[in-house]
Nanobody
Framework: QVQPVESGGGLVQPGGSLRLSCDFSGVTESAASIALVGWHRQAPGEQREWVAGINNQDFARIAESVKNRFSIFMDHAKKLVYLQMNSLKLEDTAVYYC????????WGQGTQVTVSS
């Protein structure tokens, strides 16, 4: 099944940092064919929400709810998109999903991020 692969989730204390990775090499061999890569998250009992996105020109946007704490960037050569998460809060606990859009949209299976003391 063609899909991006997320990694980097785990358990972290409040105030800590994590870097999530989205490997889109299984979706496309060229970052140039990427229209958009987005990170979304879904907390238990909540709807999935958009967190950040970046295109192949490295134009990035971050949701207001995590601005100044999260950042997104792409390594074109490695076909990876990173979500750097700093100053994590309890409410950042969720499954984080990578969405890759070329001519179609592909979702990864998600990586769990748990912020807990």
């Amino acid at each position: 099944q063609v899909q991006p692969v997320e990694s980097g989730g785990g358990l972290v204390q409040p105030g800590g940092s994590l870097r999530l990775s989205c490997d889109f090499s299984g979706v496309t061999e060229s970052a140039a064919s990427i229209a958009l890569v987005g990170w979304h998250r879904q907390a238990p009992g909540e709807q999935r929400e958009w967190v950040a996105g970046i295109n192949n020109q490295d134009f990035a946007r971050i949701a207001e709810s995590v601005k100044n704490r999260f950042s997104i960037f792409m390594d074109h050569a490695k076909k990876l998109v990173y979500l750097q998460m700093n100053s994590l809060k309890l409410e950042d606990t969720a499954v984080y999903y990578c969405q890759v859009t070329t001519t179609r949209t592909y979702w990864g299976q998600g990586t769990q991020v748990t912020v807990s003391s």
